[in-house]
């Protein structure tokens, strides 16, 4: 990890309105590039947040909170992203990480392509509690 | 013994010294300040001479809050901080502090009763001074977002039959409608046949601006013309794989240039060196 890195802490934004998500995708490609990725990967981190984010917007009952922080594993460096909302909750998560499935007239949730983008990828719904996402990028 | 709006107008000029040396000392004070609050003491006066309650909310207080309202968002407007708005309203209770102790000091029940008659009064107005504050910084903030997106899309006539677009920056809900509707007019305006929508400038084009860029594309075909998307950056052209967006429909070209060349495809036009 690149000196700077130890400096890094999580960042935590609140995403309820659009602009929240131009927020939370600068912070992204602000750490990324801190953490020195590529940009080719800080892009796909960055369209990650905008996917996650956009999500929150649309789709969650408050908006929620989109998490930043850097992983420090033995050996490597990441990033792990997080988003996360108290409600309404995906009631079939497996249909909703099929591809071109959306509530809104959308292109697709966005969450399968999040899944492509990112490393790894995980995802816990429950209906009326909330939905979190959870997502990582290795350098 | 006197009311509250008795002393305060009997003390006036000197808790308006008093009032102006403890701003001056936050730094706060200047050649206008004298008149302003030499206005609200008088209002605030008036407001407790007649007989309703000492409400803000009264309509006695009306004239009162409604001057501390007009004052408030005039120094947003004009840069004033929000604490030095703060603090010139919050002043007066300090000012008027040893007016209230010399005409009440014989009658220890009628001090305290007037003396939080007074706070009360200014509490409630400095919530209203920060309320007023806040809105007038909300709607410069409203005016500017406007303001930049009416700039923030030209359309121009390039070649005959040919319009473009170019798109900076982020492109939330309320911008794609803009650009949307600009774009038509600019088709039906120009009867243009080609249009051209370079999103060099786009930061990050995730499924949601690929959907407006779709409609879009799909709109300007009921007018009759043809879209050509240019300017995705290698990056976005790979993220968009990977999102599994389906942009086939859509004409895409790399750069700019490239996007013209099919533009004159189009039209059937080509461009010669002379001789």
């Known amino acids: ?139 | 013994m006197k009311t509250l709006s008795d002393v305060l107008s009997l003390h006036k000029d000197k808790i308006i010294a008093a009032w102006i040396d403890r701003l001056a000392e936050a730094g706060d004070g200047d050649s206008e300040t004298e008149p302003m609050i030499r206005e609200l003491l008088e209002r605030l006066i008036r407001a407790l001479k007649s007989d309703g309650p000492p409400d803000i909310k009264a309509p006695t207080f009306h004239d009162l809050t409604k001057h501390m309202i007009e004052v408030s968002a005039s120094r947003a407007r004009e840069g004033y901080s929000p604490s030095s708005t703060g603090r010139l309203i919050l002043g007066l209770k300090a000012a008027a502090d040893s007016a209230i102790a010399a005409e009440y000091s014989a009658d220890p029940d009628r001090w305290r009763r007037e003396s939080a008659t007074l706070s009360e009064v200014i509490d409630g107005l400095s919530i209203l001074t920060f309320e007023a504050f806040m809105r007038a910084r909300e709607e410069i903030i409203t005016r500017q977002s406007d303001a930049m997106l009416e700039i923030s899309t030209p359309s121009l006539l390039i070649w005959d039959e040919v319009v473009m677009m170019p798109l900076v920056g982020v492109i939330d809900t309320a911008r794609a409608q803009h650009i949307m509707e600009e774009m038509l007019n600019a088709i039906s305006r120009e009867q243009a046949r080609v249009a051209i929508l370079d999103v060099t400038g786009v930061p990050v084009i995730d499924t949601r601006v690929a959907l407006h860029l779709t409609n879009v594309v799909s709109a300007a075909r009921m007018l009759g013309a043809e879209i050509i998307v240019t300017g995705f950056s290698p990056e976005a052209a790979q993220t968009l794989v990977k999102l599994d967006v389906d942009l086939r429909t859509m004409r895409t070209r790399g750069t700019l240039r490239a996007g013209f060349a099919e533009a004159l495809r189009l039209l059937q036009c080509q461009i010669r060196p002379i001789g």
């Open chain 1, 1 to 139: 990890m690149p000196d700077s890195a130890h400096k890094l802490r999580q960042i935590e934004i609140v995403v309820t309105r659009e602009v929240d998500i131009s927020h939370a995708r600068q912070a992204a490609l602000a750490l990324a590039q801190a953490l020195g990725f590529s940009r080719a990967a800080a892009y796909r981190l960055a369209t990650a947040v905008s996917e996650l984010g956009t999500n929150l917007v649309f789709h969650a009952t408050h908006g929620g909170i989109i998490s930043l922080s850097p992983l420090d594993a033995p050996g490597r460096v990441g990033l792990e992203l997080v988003a996360s909302d108290d409600g309404p909750g995906i009631a079939d998560i497996d249909h909703a990480m099929c591809d071109g499935v959306s509530e809104n007239g959308g292109l697709g949730s966005g969450l399968p392509g999040t899944r492509r983008l990112m490393d790894e990828f995980e995802i816990s719904s429950s209906p009326g509690i909330g939905t979190r996402v959870v997502a990582r990028l290795w350098l």
